[in-house]
């Protein structure tokens, strides 16, 4: 599924079974599927994908159940100010979005307004994620790319309960104002292995 005006992903085995190799070409947005937004995405003078540390795309998230919210509804200051959300922190939005990811373009999505989107700029927080294409108005997000907060959407978390965990979200090497990612969710942070 993609946003209504945004091309499709396409998909295509160019070589295979009669060729020595298996070659498939991939063709989409860089807003695709699970995808990071960079400041770049609506402000002219914004810091691209290119210019993120990496060190903001990992670290400890909190997933927030807002599965109560109605679809139509938004996620409001009020909704948020009963978590404990503090600086740094990379804080992940659970809505009923998740349950329709997978169907036909649903306007009455859930997301977050502008009040929600200033508070969590008080917060002081890295990142914010939500389970539909967007995270809501153009001015949400100048709100929260103006103050250096990133944009992660589209990230199924149906199956994710609320608590906290380690986040790895990293974006692709590219000169571009967004870049799809694979978000991991872990319970232990994944490198204390390495120490």
């Known amino acids: 599924m993609a946003y209504p005006g945004d091309p499709n992903v396409e998909i295509h085995q160019i070589a295979g079974s009669e060729s020595e190799w298996n070659l498939t070409t991939i063709c989409m947005s860089s807003h695709s599927g699970s995808h990071l937004d960079a400041p770049l995405h609506l402000l002219k003078n914004g810091i691209g994908i290119m210019g993120i540390q990496l060190e903001r795309c990992m670290g400890y998230c909190k997933v927030l159940d807002l599965t109560s919210i109605a ?7 009020s909704h948020l ?44 927080i890295k990142a914010v994620g939500i389970d539909y294409l967007s995270i809501g108005s153009k001015e949400v997000h100048e709100i929260l790319l103006g103050n250096a907060v990133l944009i992660y959407e589209t990230l199924n978390l149906q199956s994710v309960s ?9 974006p692709l090497r590219v000169a571009s104002e967004a870049s799809p990612v694979r978000v991991i969710l872990s319970e232990n942070t994944p490198f204390e292995k390495l120490r």
């Open 162 to 170: 609320s608590g906290r965990f380690y986040f790895l979200g990293l």
């Open 81 to 124: 100010d009963q978590y404990t959300i503090k600086k740094n922190d990379i804080i992940l939005l659970k809505t009923k979005n998740s349950s329709i990811l997978t169907q036909a373009f649903n306007s009455q999505f859930i997301c977050l307004n502008e009040e929600g989107a200033r508070y969590l700029v008080e917060s002081d």
């Open 71 to 77: 679809f139509g509804d938004k996620i409001t200051r």
